[in-house]
């Protein structure tokens, strides 16, 4: 039977030679991944289960602490606390703490613990990022995961599959995550609920490892299980430079089936904007600065657009210059790695000479946790995923999410601008 | 059998979000009761002030939606909210609930119907919704067997803890 690429790697892991759409099915999982947040719920059910006193493989689990950390304040420093003595309890191989890791989704990548064709899971939505190798990967919540902990298995429906293929050059000023918002905003938050999405194109095939991080980042904004890119030789190269664990490469077969497919012409795309208060809220730059747009805050980071190839052009676009007078930019380099190379590259340097603040590898801004949260009545550009009321703070706040590139030439300005104007950009 | 849930109803629109059920400040709390304290304070921060233990939220479509936080469903039902009725559930947060057993329900049919305030009465096990206000009965999407069985066998942690025992 045809099989794509999301049902070929789930049909392995389950040990059968097909599996369809709707079927229910026990997988085995290659990584399972948390975050101070997600794990101390997890260990706290754990603890509960009958003959789970230990985790099914140690090297096989991954801890990283970046959501509250450096811990905001005491009950941060607990639940942070929790999972560093469950790691070093079960001897968990891959546990990353403040100064040695930074996001999980970024730091996983770089440690060498994704590859193509490999099934993983985390207590986070975004753990669908992964799918930008190759590879099945879909959050859960924490008694899942406490579950896939012990078991070293999870149960899954097999999701249908969409099919989106991409055809064109971007051009100037547009990047992956012009070209991933307006794919939300066409399929909506909900349009690809309990789906996978394979992304398919001349336009993707020609973009970065980086760039299809960004894109397989946000599937789960349109709802998705996962997203999910073919390895090519990029990946193959990138994944090989960083460990020498053996994996499968997969490939959809010609005559899968899918659900949908959806054509979408990049040529003509414009960089885009989510406006307040849904990631599907999808604009063209130029409609959205037809009023002026004023913003208190833009932040550059995440595990959407914190990787070096996102600071470059931000330093790039603001290197020589100042920003706004009125506005702050919070940077937070989304890995220890991140930051270092930005150091050594100057990146850092020319991002603080501009009036940027440069904060340590975290979440805590993206998701309204600390470090960068905004007030009732505040207006915040993000290079972030998710702009829901209350998100990054206030909910009398708004969040606009778009590119680095349209964030940092909006810091120049103090207002919404398109990064194509030349003129904003020399002012 | 799972005895019947009874409460009035508070009405919500589409795509209720992690972030509003549970705002992302509050989400390095592990204590139910203190959760429960803060559900769905960023949509309607009088909620937990204006419902009775029992109450239930009724919703439109994609309801929790967004991040994989667990501390969502666990807060509604730390507030004491005895069931979610929507017309969807989004795919995380549909599994979460009834890993951490908040009883949710998919009626179209009732979301349309019922007005906030209608006092509603639940029969789980058949899915039976009744309008005790407008005297109405709705009745509620069938679970898909697997995860039937997962309800009937008393939700994962049963099903983690046999899987265990096979595999020793």
Sequence with gaps: MPMTLTEKILARHAALDAVEPGQIINAKVDLVLANELSAAVAIGVMRQMKGADRVFDREKIALVEDHFVPAKDAQSAKIAKLMKDFAIEQNIKHFFDVGRGGIEHVVLPEEGLVAPGELIVGGDSHTCTYGAFGAFATGMGSTDIAAAFVLGEVWLKIPASIKLIYSGKPGEMVFAKDIMLKTVGTLGIDGATYRAIEYHGTTVDELSITGRITMANMAIEAGAKNGIFHADAKTIAYVTERTDRDFIVEKADPDARYERKIEIDIGSLEPQVACPHTPDNVHSISEVTRDEILVDQVFIGSCTNGYIEDLRIVAKILDGKKIDSRLRVIVNPGSQKVWMQAAEEGVLGKLAAAGCVVNTPGCGACFGGHMGTLGDGERCISTTNRNYVGRMGSPKAEVYLASPATCAVSALTGRITDPRVEAAVTA | ?168
């Design chain 2, 1 to 168: 059998m799972q005895a019947s849930l009874r409460g009035h109803a508070h009405k919500y629109g589409k795509n209720v979000d992690t972030d509003v059920i549970i705002p992302g400040k509050y989400c390095n709390i592990i204590d139910i009761a203190e959760l429960g304290k803060h559900a769905m304070e960023g949509l309607d921060p009088e909620y937990t002030s204006r419902m009775k233990p029992g109450d239930v939220i009724v919703a439109d479509s994609n309801f929790g939606c967004g991040s994989s936080r667990e501390v969502a469903p666990i807060a509604i039902k730390g507030s004491g909210t005895s069931a979610v009725i929507a017309k969807s559930f989004a795919r995380i947060f549909y599994r979460n609930a009834l890993n951490i057993g908040l009883p949710i329900f998919e009626s179209p049919e009732a979301v349309d119907a019922v007005e906030s305030g209608d006092e509603l009465e639940i029969e789980p096990a058949g899915g039976v919704i009744r309008n005790l206000t407008k005297n109405e009965t709705y009745t509620a999407a069938a679970f898909p067997p697997f995860m039937q069985s997962l309800i009937d066998a008393g939700g994962l942690q049963p099903y983690v803890e046999r899987r265990l025992a096979e595999k020793a």
